[in-house]
């Protein structure tokens, strides 16, 4: 692909709005939260979050948020990642290389079911009583 | 040290994030034998007794943490410049921002490799800031430069996947523009 002007990717941006099939916009999306601090980006983060986003891609999955936060106090499991899917407990998975991301998104995103062998920190005590 | 160079700008960069900067100019250059990198944020800034400690990689103002007593993005880009030969400088006034700047020889054996710069670029502009980033590249004379207002009024949210996708497009079809050596 040829270099992208600013001009170029407003097109693109307008093209794929107008593809779009009408979206639940309210805050029923998933979201996927990735450790970016010192600790995240040295075990291997940006991996973990190009791997989220082309999976999610590979799956047209477009409703997905990915966003990203500091340290959160688990350097040794780093990468480390909190998924909130509606309707299921929020999760926090360690050691999340780019093949554990990519099994996040088919099984907890898309199978609704938790990868049960990265979860570090188990679901809220309101979850499981 | 980091992994990579892309991962310590990145570590960096963050940094003038958290110091509340509403302006942070990253520039990433690549000349035949230098890289050279400048991060310029108009952030909180450090008094000079911080500003010292800062280097420390047991000193962490524990504002993120209560507990932590380490604080390691500084210190490692110190670490690489020190075991490569290499030049690092930190400047802050508090209340009026800190730049960063470091300069590695390209040759040097023990230097980290570059890493993915458009990966970087993208998780940095995606970070969730109110501020602005703008990022000028340039690699052997050849440059481009990105503003994340910019993206973010013609991408709209830059946390759904389609505009991180298209974000992404952005950043790597320019970096691999200035990567070419034949256009």
Redesign the interface.
């Known amino acids: 692909m040829a270099k992208m002007t600013l001009e170029e990717l407003r097109n693109l941006r307008d093209a794929k709005k107008k593809e779009m099939t009408q979206r639940d916009t309210n805050d029923k999306s998933a979201q996927i939260i990735i450790g970016m601090g010192t600790c995240g980006i040295a075990a291997g983060a940006k991996e973990a979050f190009d791997a989220f986003l082309d999976e999610l891609n590979s799956h047209e999955i477009k409703d997905t948020k990915i966003t990203q936060t500091g340290c959160m106090g688990l350097c040794f499991s780093e990468p480390t990642v909190e998924v909130d899917v509606p309707g299921m407990p929020r999760v926090i998975y360690g050691n999340v290389d780019g093949k554990i991301a990519r099994r996040i998104v088919k099984e907890h995103i898309m199978g609704k079911a938790l990868v049960s062998d990265h979860i570090f920190d188990k679901p809220a005590a309101d979850i499981i009583k | 040290m980091?992994?990579t160079i892309?991962?310590l700008i990145?570590?960096l960069t963050?940094n003038s994030i958290?110091a509340g900067a509403t302006e942070i100019h990253l520039k990433v250059e690549e000349t035949k034998t230098n890289l050279n990198v400048v991060i310029a944020d108009n952030g909180k800034g450090m008094s000079a007794e911080i500003l010292g400690k800062a280097k420390d990689p047991f000193y962490s103002d524990g504002q993120?943490?209560k507990h932590r007593r380490v604080g390691?993005?500084l210190p490692?880009l110190f670490q690489t410049a020190e075991m490569t030969g290499g030049t690092a400088t930190i400047e802050s006034e508090e209340g009026v921002g800190t730049t960063v700047a470091f300069s590695f020889d390209r040759a040097n054996v023990d230097l980290p490799m570059f890493g993915?710069f458009a990966?970087?670029a993208?998780?940095l502009m995606?970070?969730?800031f109110d501020g602005n980033l703008i990022i000028e590249r340039s690699v052997n004379g050849k440059s481009?430069s990105a503003s994340k207002n910019?993206?973010a009024e013609?991408?709209?949210d830059l946390?759904?996947?389609?505009?991180?996708?298209?974000l992404?497009?952005?950043i790597?079809?320019?970096e691999?523009?200035i990567l070419n050596p034949n256009i």
């Open positions: 980091h992994a892309c991962d990145t570590d963050q958290e993120k943490h390691l993005g490692f993915n990966t970087a993208v998780t995606a970070y969730g481009y910019e993206l013609v991408l709209g946390s759904n996947t389609e505009s991180l996708t298209l992404k497009q952005f790597q079809t320019n691999k523009e």
